[in-house]
């Protein structure tokens, strides 16, 4: 069919043009359905719009498409129904039930970063997932496709790695374990993400001690010359279909199925050469993973596909049903970890931080099996580790003799205080993220949440028992308010119960 | 947060805004994540697109949105993430596994119909429905928040209607069920669909005999008036969420999850106010049910939502392991309903039409169980559904005497012949179909396939068994080499199998 150009400005995340409606059926096209517009031997493939704003004579052509084909608005084109590219027919096979193989995920793969699958394709792959679980055969060939269509960097000798699976605020364990690993003379190039519906990410904590933008190159550098770094791997372009499923689908709906989180996780340690991982999975009430049977099942497909890979991959199954440490948001969350990487700071951040790091000493040799945590306590309490951090700080354009006290934490602050005589018998993750976001965390990075006391803690009425700082009194007043409903900290009389309940 | 306001002009399916990339981290907002963007105390919600066409300082909003906030471009707006609607959570909770209420399904329903759901989320919503499959009762409360977001008519009298679930080729019987049913004086106000991705829907052929575009109450003059009408369903907006779901998620995906059809179908008879139904099942090879137990299944739901619903279903479990009759394409199909009115036609083709309208007269009363297809038959050979088709043509603006040689059959052929002796052992329906539409049906009219012989006939070598007919010269020529390589009708020789099959 033959239809004259017409410049519109469209924005879509691929090639899209826009055509009357009354064209679907001479065209045998749905809304978002692909066309073919060629002119003189000179064609484009781009998705389809309807919309009654133009007429059934014009095809609506932004001025970027415009040139790629070499025309001008009032020429005419040549339009034709073409069929979508191969992936989108694994796709629905998919959905059907069927497995697909290595070229079938390349081929998805890099259509996905490619930008030629529409919001209803891509979301269709990942929901696939849930209808049709995918074996871990399925899961490698994706892992590999997500890989080789990303930057790689090669370190040239072997890599010490470390993930969580998140879930738990309050988790700065890697600004421990970083300067642990590498103090000990191994490699620990980490790579952390941003918060989006989190109060902090690693990379949003880490921000407030150093830069944590940097080019692939600039990456490599800093990981040689000190032995670690704690980077944002957002830009890195280490996984780009990961990101962009992340982005486009992921948060959108709030999902993250286990086989595209495996993938994600390990596609991102691939880029990198890591060949030694240990996999942090925070395990209990309002965690990700809510049993320790869940956590078995989870650590087994990760150590099984890490062999498939050729990652050794160690899983730690840590406490998860209320946050690491007691700092929760950017400054606070940094000014925890440099106060235990000076000796001070909560135990229970330590002691997980050294347990993870002890399992990586121990693969690497420097320990053996069961003393890794000696070892890796032995490089904190030496103050080897603080050095290294140090050194990680000025590498990424920090101040490396930062004090705890030079970080700026928010100068409005609310306390919530102990109702009566008890002990504490829970601290919501769930609420405790909502108040520190509330009051402004990660944006503001002096804005979250201290907690006085945990799971266990003796208090007396009238205790404090959590702190909320904020960078604005509205705010604020805002995640006070929200604390007050959401109780974050449960304070339970010792007196649970008394027969009889009369009188 | 304060932005400027910069024109762009997107095109998307819901009000949607362009914003730096840079900016999501700050608004922590996700790509499609939801703004408010407010002025003097008017606010408008907006869906985001990310791009690095426009600056940090900027938020691109499109003239209309910009009209409806009463703001011009230079003017600042203040803009925030604002939660999705409570549809997006109730969509949220069914991918995880939650069963939804009443009033959840009216929600997303009407966000449906309203615009406000993305891609992302709609294909959500109808992808959950493999994963976690709908009960009755959630079919049902999805049936009847589509009907009551879309136009109503009321009959005031009993009302009769047929529905097929379709994937066979050829499936002209509502030409003659319609006919025979209100020529006994019941009411059967038929709704038909186009085709999108077969060589013919009924809308379409009947559109060779007359128009089938009409207004709700130009539809409901007609049917009143001679007691039935064929007519095109897909601008009367009897259930706008349907043709939504239809044209954004399923037919891009080629699916239709078993619950998304059973609501659909249902919404629309109970739009028209059908009391009584019958549902036609093609079962076999190639359909879409290919085993027995499967249509019983499949009739069981829709015989229990009809109870749930009020609506008497009954169900005709039909042969679908080839085309009905021998025609297919929209010209060639009038043809040859036309001829099967006029006493001539396959066998097959009156066979099933009155089976199925026999159980109608019996639902009705007017013929006794068992007995409802000879009165059938009888209403077909006396003529007296004849005379009632030509009533029903004038009504829809066609010419009431039509003959079925008038009816325009394209003038390019190409015929197959019998490679050997034998008997036909098969007939797809996929490649039936693919032939008719490489040959330019449906959008070509006089376009199709005419088939010379069906399973089981028994043909001599060189026999004719089956007619391309095109309006284009050039399309003959696909469709005809598209036939040699799919070859839709097997012949194979009474000889099956020789032993021993050395000499």
Known sequence: MKLKVRTVELYAKFPTVLLNPSLQFKLGIHEGGRLKIERDGRWIVATTYLSNDISSLNIGIPKILQGELKVKPGQYVEVNYTPPPKSVDYIRSRLKGAKLGKEEYLEIVRSIVGGSLTDVELTAFILSQYSNRMSLEEVKYLTEAMVSTGVKVDFNRPVYDKHSIGGVPGNKVTLLIVPIIAAAGLLIPKTSSRAITSPSGTADTMEVLADVEFTPNEFKEIAQKVGGCIIWGGKLGFSPADDIIISRVEHPLDIDPESQMLASILSKKLAVGADFLVIDIPTGKGAKVETLDEARDLSAKFTELGRMLGIRIICGVTYGSQPVGHAIGPALEAKEALEALMGGGPHSLKE??????????????????????????????????????????????????????????????????????????????????????????????????????????????????????????????????????????TVEGMLLHRFPDSI
């Open 352 to 489: 997980k931080s050294t347990a993870l790091a002890g399992i990586l000493l121990e693969m690497a040799g420097l320990a053996s099996r069961g003393n890794g945590k000696d070892v890796a306590d032995e490089l904190l309490n030496s103050g080897k580790a603080l050095q290294k951090m140090r050194e990680i700080i000025e590498a990424q354009g920090g101040d490396p003799n930062v004090k705890p006290e030079d970080l700026p934490i928010g100068e409005y602050k609310a306390t919530l205080y102990a109702p009566c005589d008890g002990y504490i018998a829970e601290v919501s993750n769930f609420a405790v993220s909502a108040v520190a976001k509330a009051a402004g965390a990660p944006t503001d990075k002096g804005a979250g949440v201290l907690l006085k006391g945990k799971r266990g803690y003796v208090v007396e009425k009238g205790d404090p028992i959590m702190e909320i700082y904020a960078e604005y009194e509205s705010k604020l007043e805002v995640a006070y308010n929200l604390a007050l409903k959401l109780q974050p900290v």
